[in-house]
């Protein structure tokens, strides 16, 4: 059974999550393009002034969206 991998895109300011919701549609969209599966797409809130946009993946692929997407960090998702 392959680990599943949290891929995350920090936005910081007054438009920190509505800037993580938008950029959750290009996640799905590269997803969808590219035929590659994943198991969640959504936001975390950490305060009014930060959130995460973050998708999760399988081990297997996360090479091939961290390459394209370029994410500022990752984390073994539970």
Known sequence: MSRK???????????????????????????NLEKLDFHEIAILEINPMFAAAFIIVDEAVMKIFRDALKPHRGEIAV
């Open 5 to 31: 991998i949290k891929l995350l895109w920090d936005f910081r300011g007054e438009d920190a999550k509505e800037t993580a919701k938008h950029h959750t549609i290009h996640l799905k969209e590269f997803a």
